[in-house]
């Protein structure tokens, strides 16, 4: 490396020191002293104004400023094996510029390899007209001192290191960087009449989403890689809210005096980090509402018919940490719809946290239709071992309807009776006899009982295996005459579906074009399809997909009225195919409606009962188009949350266009990466790819992302997650919010997402003594 030392003096001073350099060092090396006693070459040359000395040293430097009465260290080295930013050989560059002059008396130089290079200033009495101390060596290794002294003006000392390669490649690499900054600035004016269209609280947005996507358009490979080289950030680098000051961070980096460039860069990171917390909040905080104290993540909750069968059921995933509640329209109805936003209103109130209602309007998404309802009997069955004989018997709850039994129990059935007198008249130790549905006696005995609220439950064992359905009677004998009689209630119909397996063959119909049930028939299985466009676009050969992805088939044949699937994928036992599943055809270019009349109909009530709106499959700008007009007509304008899920390829592929679109609109904006069908419809492998763009994406564009389907899927199901999953749901930290459907133990679930969300990383600090 070489040591690049510049001061200025007055033109008296450079000529008097040209003689006394020329003089006293020429041909002669400066015996360096230190623990490695190394002899370093030195040659001194003079410009005008300027002193320069180049001498090679370690590759890492430090600098502390300049005063008239203390050390100046100008580089403290290390271990010339360590890596530095610069390969190759090095240039420390230091300079003086002069703000006043005033006399500084040298009394002596000190080069110290390989720790410190440094310049000591006069302090003792008697020595301030005193001068520099050298060891000369000639190149008869004869040694002499000589002694000078002149004056410094008042200096700030500044230094970088420059790779002598990379000095030439330097001009290069700003060029690049003023025509990238060119190529910017063109883009915006491009787009000039899209920007003007953005609502004015969009515009900052759009303009930088502008940006991202004209720097990603070019190959900028090596330029980052040499910038990266120098420690500096990729130009890509969504960390930094705007796309163009980062990239003019850059440029001035290395354009000025590296001091200044680094006490600009430390201060502006500051602002930006400041800037860009209060900037994605906001955004954050207009659509999902305003997080509780602690939280930096929202949690949003599908809830279904569930959710209006229970007391508790709202108030307690609440308590476990939900912030938003999700209500898909494609299932239930306004009644249903209503009952559900009434509770979490309530709930709200009650706990005082804020929660805001999401409604995801259905979308032109393919489904099977609606099977016929099964028969309307619960299946009640003892655990047995492997001989068969009963293990544990199974536990019944019984209660009036709408009495959901205590959260920390878990029964194996749970029976309704309408009689209030049957129950008031119950005892623990009672025997229920009853006849099943296929004519058997059978007998329930009473455990427990818990008081729910106004009512009371009762808990039962069954050790026999019973069929019990809607009218089954009850009765119970009890001492001294007493008995008892009651009937079954509201059983819930069995879910009908197909099971298919590998090699079958399945007839899809248009709805409305057969009234036989649909049931399993030698040779073919029979569903319908509510939507036209399945047997107006499809062709033999495409590949089709049912339930997320479960069930995979190839068309065979296909007609106005019928479409016939050969299964080439599916579980080793078979898989369930029921009602109201996704049918994905990712080689078909079917071209759908952005909203159907259904999702206009249930916007009327979306706008007027939740907080914000779920678009589903948005494919591209025309969509947003109709929305917009839609939300124009209802004048919401401002009021209704607007989320846009991308779920197809298309709308990834168009995502950028599609959010400029959107913010015409003064509506609060944002994404939701619906997994389930995007990986259907782009392909599994490359999923982590897609939802990492979208977030990319959206994060330039600072609109706030949800990241759904299948988190924690495992354990809102069975109780217990995956290892997977857990590290899946830690990445939602870096969305505005996570999504978890429903299941048996969603609020589990909600109480671990909210810990592994909400859960600060500490490092234990090690002992140092055990580091050598």
């Known amino acids: 490396m070489v040591f690049f030392c510049c001061c200025s003096i007055s033109n008296a001073l450079f000529n008097m020191l040209v003689v006394l350099v020329l003089r006293f060092f020429s041909g002669v090396s400066l015996l360096v002293k ?157 787009n000039a009449s899209r920007l003007q269209s953005c609502d004015r609280k969009y515009l900052e ?134 009952e559900i936003i009434k509770r979490v209103r309530r709930a709200s109130q009650m706990l005082e946290m804020p929660c805001r209602v999401l409604m995801d309007l259905a979308g032109p998404k393919l489904r099977t239709g609606t099977l016929k309802p099964g028969p309307c ?127 079958d063959l399945l007839v899809i119909t248009r709805e409305g074009s057969f009234d036989e049930p649909s049931v399993t028939v030698p040779g073919a299985h029979r569903l319908t399809c509510p939507s036209g466009y399945l047997f107006d676009s499809v062709k033999p050969g495409e590949t089709i997909g049912f339930d997320d992805g479960k069930i995979w088939g190839t068309i065979k044949g296909a007609s106005p009225a019928e479409v016939i699937v050969s299964i080439t994928h599916a579980g080793p036992k078979g898989t369930k195919l029921g009602s109201e599943k996704s049918i994905n055809i990712p080689q078909s270019d079917i071209r759908f409606k952005g909203l159907t009349s259904k999702d206009i109909k249930d916007l009327e009530y979306v706008a007027s009962h939740a907080d914000m709106v779920g678009i589903s499959f948005i494919r591209d700008v025309q969509d947003i188009t109709v929305l917009r007009q839609e939300l124009k007509k209802r004048k919401l304008n401002d009021q209704l949350g607007v989320v846009l899920k991308i779920e197809t390829e298309s709308g990834f592929e168009n995502l950028p266009l599609i959010l400029l679109e959107a913010m015409k609109c003064l509506n609060p904006l944002g994404v939701m990466i619906a997994r389930g069908d995007l990986a259907v419809e782009c392909g ?39 290892r997977a999953e857990i590290t899946d749901a830690a990445s939602g930290r870096r969305a505005s919010c996570v999504m978890l459907n429903k299941g048996k133990h969603i609020t589990e679930a909600v109480s671990m997402l909210d810990t592994i969300l909400h859960t600060k990383l500490t490092y234990k600090k090690l002992d140092s003594g055990n580091l050598h």
């Open 34 to 190: 230190g623990s490695s006693q190394v002899l370093i070459p030195l040659t001194l040359a003079l410009w005008q104004g300027h002193m320069t000395s180049y001498m090679s040293s370690a590759p890492s430097v430090t600098n502390l400023w300049t005063t008239p009465n203390n050390v100046i260290q100008l580089a403290d080295m290390v271990s010339t094996e360590s890596y530095h930013l610069l390969s190759g050989k090095k240039t420390l560059i230091f300079s003086l510029r002069p703000t006043k002059s005033f006399p500084l008396s040298l009394t002596q130089m000190k080069i110290r390899v390989p720790r410190t290079l440094a310049f000591a200033s006069a302090k003792g009495k008697g020595k301030a007209e005193g001068g520099v101390e050298a060891a000369i060596v000639g190149d008869n290794n004869t040694s002499t001192e000589r002694n000078w002294s002149f004056d410094f003006p008042e200096s700030k000392a500044e230094f970088c290191l420059v790779d002598s390669e990379a000095c030439q490649n330097l001009s290069s690499v700003l060029e690049k960087l003023n025509a990238l900054r060119s190529h910017l600035l063109a883009a915006e004016k491009w």
């Open 205 to 338: 947005c759009a303009t930088n989403l502008i940006h991202y996507m004209a720097l990603r358009s070019l190959d900028t490979e090596q330029l980052k890689s040499y910038l990266a080289s120098l420690g500096l950030s990729s130009l890509d680098n969504n960390n930094n809210l705007s796309v163009l000051s980062n990239l003019d961070a850059t440029i001035n980096l290395l354009m000025k005096s590296p001091m200044e460039s680094w006490k600009q860069q430390k201060g502006n990171k500051i602002i930006e980090k400041n800037d860009k917390g209060r900037v994605l909040s906001s955004y954050k905080e207009s659509l999902l509402g305003k997080l509780r104290e602690g939280k930096r993540t929202h949690i949003m909750v599908t809830v279904g018919k569930e959710a209006t069968e229970s007391e508790t059921f709202i108030t307690d995933i609440l308590k476990a940490g939900a912030s938003v509640i999700r209500i898909n329209c494609a299932h239930g109805d306004p009644t249903i719809w209503g």
């Open 377 to 503: 009997v619960m299946k009640v069955s003892p655990k047995k071992d492997a001989y068969g004989n009963v293990a544990s018997p199974a536990i019944v709850w019984l209660s009036v309807t709408g009495t959901e039994p205590p959260p920390h129990l878990s029964p194996d059935a749970t029976m309704f009776v309408q009689d209030h007198e049957f129950l008031a008249g119950l005892q623990i130790g009672d025997s229920v006899r009853l006849y099943d549905a296929r004519g058997k006696k059978k007998k329930l005995r009473i455990s427990k009982e818990f008081d729910v609220f106004s009512s009371t439950g009762f808990v039962a064992e069954c050790f026999d295996t019973a069929y019990v359905e809607s009218g089954t009677e009850l009765c119970v004998k009890g001492n001294r005459g007493r008995r008892l009689f009651g009937e079954v209630v509201d059983v819930p119909p069995k879910e009908s579906f197909v099971r298919l397996r590998v090699g």
């Open 684 to 722: 599994w492998e490359r999923l982590a790819n897609i939802q990492e763009e979208i977030m990319a994406i959206c994060k330039i564009a600072r609109v706030p992302v949800i990241l759904a389907t299948q988190v924690l899927e495992s354990l809102v199901k069975s109780g217990v997650p995956s």
